[in-house]
Structure formats: structure tokens, C-alpha cells
């Protein structure tokens, strides 16, 4: 009877038990990375926010090494925060450049940053050669001929770099 | 359908994302002839999952064009962290260095913080009368036992002291980052953690040696000398001057210094966002500059050179040609 409540029940026993040991210690290792207190709390919380959601896998097989496991998730929710923190960087950075970006209203501004936030994720697993031929031809505007000689590489490889780069932004896109 | 039929027309399907990412390479470089645009109009109609990837690519090249091309082009175009080296790098301290900085970091046992914000300075005398002077932004743990005093240095710059006291210290005095340690033989020195994956090392008096983490052998510092160093090996670092460094009086001294780095440390003491307009930035200056009030530095570097102190806000200036 009820064995699925059950089930759920001892899930949440577990991700429980794996906080109620580790939480302390996460925290700490974070923060020994970031030097901020507050974002360290907030990476841990989302660390265990990922777990709540593999409870059910924690029920049936517990973690042999819980903190090997851990700072595998939040080592990549740190890299995440890490790119996200250069992006705003450079946001403001680009901003202070352009003297018509103090004509943006403060909304403009936040849409902006969040759409190239985006795509900033989607060029993420780009390697840098794909990712500036890319970004060559779809901000600059420039033809393939071009982005060959100023790149130093065939326009055959600009061309695979494109449909490469294409490919990855659908993937995740769909 | 069978089921792998059904998959193979997946709009994420390989097949399905290879050939929609190929027309979009082809279409970005020129107009497709009839004879291919019927063909893409074929391809097209072929499967709902064709259709839907290649709505999905649209949508993707029109995002791009609506992006401003010039701001976008800096923030995505930065320089970016090897996101593999962040986590190698992450995993090399916390596998291979068990009994290194993460490990000390939680270590139980008697610990202690000192921490200082932005644009404040602290001097602090240790429990066994070494002194030490923390600049801006830093955070120290103390970590002593009865082997060794440990200090270690989470982020900022700090100034050490050794103590001489009236009887000798046996237990070694130990600074560690998290690139590696820093070993007092008897001294007066500063560490700087230089915020780009290197910490620096300043000798005043006597000599300190030097240990990456993750290097083979220790490198030793005299006075005088000072070098910089990651978790794998050594670098060259200018010295500067000698005698304390000027930020322990409070002072920031520039001698025939690119206005660009001058601006760059001078944003270490201040909260928010202080930038250098490049076209200003080979500017040279000297000088002797009170860090208590870094308003007033930025208004001296508007009266004293040809540039102009942009202020947004109180929290965003940009030093920019006049």
C-alpha cells in the first residue's frame, strides 16, 4: 500500500541526510572558490536544488562518495556563475564604450543583457576558432571570403566552422 | 511508424540538425539558385521535425541580426575561462591536493577571519606577535597549530611581519593561497592574490620560499626580489620599490605609470566599476596619491592631465580623453 508516497517519502529521507552532512562543508569549498559568502549560499542551495530532483535515483542507489559528487554539480554551477559574472562584465564594459548605449532605458538594457546571455550559453561549447568566424558573420556581416583571409584558413573551413556552429546552437535550441 | 523511424525524424535527431545547420551555412553566404531553393522547400515539407529545425534556425539568425553589433560583438567576442581548465583546475585542488588550500579552508580546529572591504585597510597583531596589514578587498584565515602558523590568504593582498620575539619560534610560518605556499624564513614580506589565477610575492627583508601547489620544487626569494606564481610554476614580477609597499601608509605612488595601470589599481579600492578609456590609457603620470579619498585622486588626474572624469553614477566612472 501507498508504496509509491513511500518511495517518495525515502527520497527526500536521503537528499536530507546527504544536506544534513554536507551542506556545511559545501558551502566552505565554495566560497573557498568565489571569496563571496552570499553567492556561495545561493551556488550550495541550487547544488541540492539539482539533487531534490534525482531523489528518486538517491533512494534506490545512495551516493558512495557524496562530496566527490557534489562538487562535481557545483563545480558546474560555478563555472555557469562564473561565465555569467564575465558576461555582465563585459556588458558594462561595452556599454561605457558606446555612446549610444546612454540613450538605452534602464529596460532596454536588461533585455539586452539577458538576450546575450543566451547566446552567450548557446556559443559556450564552441571551440574560440568556430566561435569568431561565427560571430564574424553573424554580427559583422562579413562573407565567408573575408573571414578566410583575415582568419588565415580556407573558405571551405569557414564554411565547416558555420554549419559546426549552427549545428550546436540548434541542438541545444530544440 | 516504428519507434526508430519515429527518432530518426526527431527535429533534434542528427541527421535532422546536420543537414538544417548545412542549409543555413550554404544560405548565409549566398542566395540559393531555384534549382536548391526547390530543394530546401522539398526538404522542408518532408517531416513536421524538418519544418520545426528549420523554423528554429530562422528564429536563431534573427536573433542574431536584431542584436546591436558592436556591444555584442565585445561581451561575446571577450576573452573567455577555458570552461575544462575551470574544472580541471577545480578538481586538481580538491583530488590532488587533499591536505592543500580547500582541505585548510573547512579544517577543523582553532580558526580565525580577517576581513577587510573595499577600500579599507587593517593592521592586525597575531596571536604569537607577528604582525600583519591586510589592503583592500582581503580575506585571511588563521590557521595555527602546535606545528606551524598557517595563515591563508582567500583573496586581497596582505603584508607580513614575522615575529622576532625573545625566545626563537620553532614552528615554521606558512602562507598559503590557493595557487600554493609561501614559506617565512624569518621576514618581512607581502603576498598579493593578483586575481587572475597567479598570486605575487614581495620580499622585504631576508627571504621566503616559494611552493605551487602543484610544483616540484620550491623557489626561494631574497630580498629585494619578488615573483609571481599559479598552482604549476613561477613567473617574472617587477619588484617596485623598495621599502613597504606605500598602500600600508594609506598611498598609492605611480612613478612614469601608463595612466591605464594606474587606473586599474586605483579601481582595486574603490566599489564598482572604474575604467580607462584606451585612448587615455598610454598617458603616463607619477605621483603620491592618498587612498582615503579616491574621489579626489580622479578629480587630481582631471586637473593634471588632458582627460575628463566621466561619472554615470557613483558606482560607474570612466576616465576618458578630454
Redesign the interface.
Known sequence: MNTRADSLQDGHAAVERVYIDHH??LR??L???L?CPEVAADLAQDTFLRIVARREQLRRAPLRKPR?FL?VIA??L??DH??RR??E??????????P???AMSAEDREI?LE??NR??ML???LS?PV??VF?M?????L??ACIARQMGVSERTV?RY???A??Q???T?? | MSRNAALKHEPGSDAVLEAAASWLALAQERSLDPREAAELEAWRRHSEAHEKAWQAALELQRAFKELPADISGEVLGRHRRDRRAVLKSLAALAFAAPAGYAALLHAPGWTADYRTATGERQDVTLPDGSRLALNTASVVRLEYSAEERRLVLVEGEILVSTAAGTQPEAREFVIQTRHGTVRALGTRFAVRDLGDGRTAVTVFEHAVAVQPVAGTQAHRVEAGQALAFDAQQVFRFDAGDQGDPPWTRGQLVSSNQRLGDFVAELARYRPGLLRCDPSVAELRLSGVFQLEDTDRVLDLLGETLPVRIERRTPFWVTVAAR
Open positions: 556545511g562543508w566552505s569549498w566560497q573557498s572558490r571569496g566527490a562538487r563545480g558546474g560555478l563555472v562564473l561565465r564575465d558576461l562584465r563585459a556588458f558594462l564594459a561595452a556599454l561605457s564604450n558606446q549610444a548605449a546612454a539586452l538576450t546575450l547566446m552567450d556559443l559556450d561549447r574560440a566561435r569568431k560571430l558573420s553573424q554580427l559583422d556581416g562573407r565567408y564554411k558555420m554549419q559546426q549552427y549545428r546552437c540548434l541542438a535550441l530544440l
